[in-house]
């Protein structure tokens, strides 16, 4: 039978809204942050200070603290949610820059495509043996002190598979064609359903202390 003919990667304005959104919801909770610690924190603003690059690197260090403290007090499931959430995202953003290279220089340093004998070895191979390791261990343990650490390397498996769905739907490497491109969009969706249960779950225990309080007067 007579392949289809694979059209060349053009993204389409779906994935480049997708992606510009993603980016500029991450740049804003950022941006956002760093304005409220600046102005509430200990660095100076810029009207006062004769310094601005100081205030701001004072304000920078004292928003990093921010988040590693409030990353320490949550709880085991928030900070699970969002180990994985980020070493998710973390591992498709590299995965896709190195492929990129990848396939215009053909080796980046010590980084090239694995082959056995005529055997293109994809990054989803891999991808699932993490992902699997890492769902097993979490199953079978039984510390839920764990479960955060667990859920990195089970990101990073999640991250390889989904960034190469799109061959194993096709049966077939379309990874640089337009078909392609459904690998950004389930990566993306996924993205976005993470980022939202692990909203709803910081919601749901907020919630759990206004409602579910213990009634000390019922005996």
């Not at 603290?65 to 320490?72: I, K, L, N, S």
């Not at 699932?128 to 089970?154: K, Q, Y």
């Not at 989904?162 to 379309?174: H, I, K, P």
């Amino acid at each position: 039978m007579r392949r289809r003919r694979r059209r060349a990667l053009a993204p389409g304005r779906g994935t480049l809204a997708l992606g510009a959104a993603a980016t500029a919801a991450v740049g804003a909770v950022v941006l956002v942050e760093l304005r409220r610690v600046w102005r509430r924190g200990s660095a100076s603003a810029l009207r006062e200070d004769d310094h601005p690059l100081l205030a701001a690197e004072e304000a920078v260090a004292e928003t990093a603290r921010v988040a590693f403290e409030g990353y320490r007090v949550v709880s085991t499931r928030e900070n699970t949610m969002f180990n994985l959430l980020a070493s998710f995202a973390s591992t498709f953003i590299l995965v896709r820059s190195v492929t990129y290279a990848l396939r215009r220089h053909g080796s980046y340093g010590p980084l090239r495509n694995l082959r056995v004998g005529r055997m293109h070895i994809h990054h989803y191979i891999p991808g699932i043996g993490i992902a699997f390791a890492a769902g097993t261990a979490a199953i079978v343990s039984r510390d839920e002190r764990l479960e955060p650490i667990l859920a990195i390397p089970f990101g990073v498996g999640m991250g390889l598979t989904l960034d190469e769905s799109a061959l194993l739907l096709e049966l077939e490497d379309v990874y640089w064609t337009q078909e392609g491109l459904l690998s950004v969009q389930i990566t993306l969706t996924v993205m976005a359903m993470l980022g939202a249960l692990a909203l709803a779950l910081r919601f749901l225990r907020e919630g759990e202390q206004l409602v579910l309080v213990p009634d000390v007067a019922s005996p």
